[in-house]
């Protein structure tokens, strides 16, 4: 049994930042990627960022420059810094994490989201 637990979501002004956290606990045998998704009332989940944990990421064009995702391998946690938030941010944003839970075996496990809102 693995979770992820996601905090930071919040309601901040178009400019402003959050940082959002996440940690996985539970049956890990090693983390391959940790990352973070988003989806917005009526689109379609959609990647925002994630992290190898060779420190190798990935960004969503739409947020690069704005966003930086970081990780803490020894706490099986990630991060998101977002700054120069803006209103087509929000959404509920979920913390991924792609695990080995058993030798050979692994998942993509999902925590239950945090709502981040910007407002104009």
């Known amino acids: 049994q693995v979770q992820l637990v996601e905090s930071g979501g919040d309601l901040a002004q178009s400019g402003g930042s959050l940082r959002l956290s996440c940690a996985a606990s539970?049956?890990?045998?090693?983390?391959?990627?940790m990352g973070w998704y988003r989806q917005a009332p009526g689109k379609q989940r959609e990647l925002v960022a994630t992290?190898?944990?060779?420190?190798?990421?990935t960004y969503a064009d739409s947020v690069k420059g704005r966003f930086t995702i970081s990780r803490d391998n020894a706490k099986n946690a990630v991060y998101l810094q977002m700054n120069d938030l803006r209103p087509e941010d929000t959404a509920v944003y979920y913390c991924?994490?792609?695990?080995?839970?058993?030798?050979?075996?692994?998942?993509?496990?999902w925590g239950q989201g945090t709502q981040v809102t910007v407002s104009s």
């Open positions: 992290r190898t944990s060779g420190g190798t990421s």
């Open positions: 539970g049956s890990i045998l090693s983390i391959v990627t």
């Open positions: 991924n994490g792609r695990i080995y839970y058993d030798p050979g075996r692994w998942n993509d496990f």
